[in-house]
């Protein structure tokens, strides 16, 4: 994984699998502070899960278009995708900065 190094993205995937499914056992809702923490730590896991898939497959995405877009000489697609990578810039900014 491109991003998931730094960030231990499949640690924290593991993790939020674990906690997907301690959450999903009725009894950890006997425990209201245990579930909260679970709750607040599953929200932490899934932004930075969610984050770095979707960085994936967007410069996943972004390669094969910019490689059409050349072919073409399409240079408003190539304007998009540099657009593009710019956010994605900004959302590994913020992962880093959350980190």
Same mark, same amino acid.
């Given at each position: 994984?491109?991003? =998931?190094? *730094?960030?231990?993205?499949?640690? $924290? #995937?593991?993790? @939020? +699998? +674990? ?6 056992? !009725? ?6 502070? #245990?579930?909260?923490?679970?709750? $607040? ?8 899960? !969610?984050? *770095?898939?979707? @960085?994936?497959?967007? @410069? ?6 910019? +490689?059409? %877009?050349? /072919? /073409? =000489?399409?240079? /408003? !697609?190539?304007? %998009? *995708?540099? !657009?593009?990578?710019? %956010?994605?810039?900004? #959302? ?8």
């Amino acid at each position: 994984m491109l991003l =998931g190094g *730094i960030f231990d993205y499949d640690n $924290k #995937k593991e993790r @939020l +699998e +674990e906690v997907n499914l301690e959450l999903e056992d !009725s009894a950890v809702w006997d425990d209201p502070e #245990k579930a909260q923490a679970l709750g $607040k730590e599953r929200s932490a896991l899934e932004n930075v899960v !969610s984050t *770095i898939d979707l @960085l994936s497959s967007g @410069l996943s995405d972004a390669a094969d278009l910019l +490689e059409m %877009a050349n /072919e /073409e =000489g399409d240079e /408003e !697609s190539v304007a %998009a *995708i540099q !657009s593009d990578l710019a %956010a994605y810039a900004q #959302k590994v900014e913020a992962l880093e900065f959350r980190r």
